[in-house]
């Protein structure tokens, strides 16, 4: 969206893997994945204006919010350059001018939920409208590669299935009304890199009863499912993620704290992507709310633990039902 004084803001949504399958690992170090993303409500704000500060050169980024991470891994410079380089500079092309971006940041850092890659996403497509530019959609997807393995998702937006390394987007009808999704992301680094390290450490490749139930998911997405429908495959989707072994071998106090969250909801609880956040559906964001309630009742009370030097993030969200990519 541009603003009349040229202010671009734009919502850079989190996602969630609903299935990750682990294909294999790839010749460039990087795995092939088949795996369900669906885009949330949760989102971080992100807006651009290009600079008018006398004599700026570089673009400039402000992070606000409880958790902003560290400014030197932010992949919003790095979406903002992406764009500058597709654009390119020479007659005929449009300006890039400096830009200062300010970010809002409200989904959890590191967390699994790929918050710095549609932060990313979000600074490419906004850096394009501040200046007018366009792009061929090839040039698009090669730029939004070159960001991270996530990117691509966000420039597609709503759900989608994911494969080789990421790039591979194909969009699916997704979820036909309100999904409650309640995020419990405990206060531990869990680098992606980490668990991807010890994932071929400990196997060939992924289990072949995860990537049945992606792919079927994957199908069953494709033709759109109804709320009531997806919750009723919670069980097996909680299950269907080839990292959650080796996220809990990275970060053994997982283990714990994904059986507390299980006997004091009564619900599957699945792990986004390499984690550490873990996740519950609800049939309406009310119903997450009430557990995000409980849950931190029952971290109060010692019955969930708290690993990690601080209490968890607690967030209760929905699935994003809408079209558009980060709006
Ligand atoms: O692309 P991105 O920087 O988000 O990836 C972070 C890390 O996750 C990579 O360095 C790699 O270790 C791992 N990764 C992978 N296969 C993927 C995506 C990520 O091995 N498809």
């Given at each position: 969206m541009t603003?009349?004084?040229?202010?671009?803001?734009?919502?850079?949504?989190?996602?969630?893997?609903?299935?990750?399958?682990?294909?294999?690992?790839?010749?460039?170090?990087?795995?092939?994945?088949?795996?369900?993303?669906?885009?949330?409500a949760l989102a971080d704000r992100l807006s651009l204006a290009?600079?008018?500060?006398?004599?700026?050169?570089?673009?400039?980024?402000?992070v606000d919010g409880p958790?902003?991470?560290?400014?030197?891994?932010?992949?919003v410079l790095k979406g903002i350059a992406a764009a500058r380089a597709a654009v390119g500079a020479g007659p005929g092309?449009?300006?890039?001018?400096?830009?200062?971006?300010?970010?809002?940041?409200?989904?959890?850092?590191?967390?699994?939920l790929a918050g710095?890659?549609?932060?990313?996403?979000?600074?490419?497509?906004?850096?394009?409208?501040?200046?007018?530019?366009?792009l061929a959609p090839e040039r698009r997807a090669t730029a939004?590669?070159?960001?991270?393995?996530?990117?691509?998702?966000?420039?597609?937006?709503?759900?989608?299935?994911?494969e080789g390394r990421g790039e591979r987007v194909s969009r699916l009808s997704g979820v036909s009304g309100e999904v409650g999704v309640l995020l419990v992301t405990p206060a531990v680094p869990v680098r992606t890199p980490d668990v991807f390290a010890v994932f071929d450490g400990t196997r060939e490749r992924g289990d072949g009863a995860?990537?049945?139930?992606?792919?079927?998911?994957?199908?069953?997405l494709g033709n759109g499912l109804t709320p009531a429908a997806l919750l009723d495959r919670a069980g097996v989707l909680a299950a269907a993620n080839d990292l959650l072994g080796p996220a809990t071998l990275v970060e053994p106090g997982l283990v714990a704290v994904r059986r507390a969250l299980m006997r004091t909801l009564g619900r599957p609880v699945g792990l986004s992507g390499s984690g550490p956040t873990l996740w519950t559906l609800y049939p309406s964001r009310t119903d997450a709310e009430a557990a995000a309630a409980t849950v931190d009742a029952?971290?109060?009370?010692?019955?969930?633990?708290?690993?990690?030097?601080?209490?968890?993030?607690?967030?209760?969200?929905?699935?994003?039902t809408h079209e558009e990519p980060s709006r």
């Open positions: 603003a009349p004084d040229g202010l671009v803001v734009r919502l850079a949504p989190a996602k969630l893997n609903l299935t990750l399958a682990v294909i294999g690992r790839r010749r460039d170090g990087f795995h092939d994945l088949h795996s369900v993303f669906v885009p949330l290009v600079t008018g500060a006398p004599g700026s050169r570089e673009d400039t980024l402000h958790d902003t991470g560290p400014l030197a891994t932010n992949l092309r449009p300006p890039t001018p400096p830009l200062a971006a300010r970010l809002e940041k409200r989904i959890p850092v590191a967390a699994g710095g890659s549609s932060d990313g996403a979000a600074a490419f497509l906004g850096a394009l409208d501040a200046w007018g530019a366009d939004a590669a070159s960001i991270g393995s996530d990117v691509p998702f966000f420039l597609a937006g709503g759900a989608a299935l994911i995860v990537r049945l139930s992606s792919e079927h998911l994957a199908q069953e029952a971290i109060r009370a010692g019955t969930i633990p708290t690993i990690g030097a601080t209490a968890p993030s607690i967030i209760a969200t929905t699935i994003d």
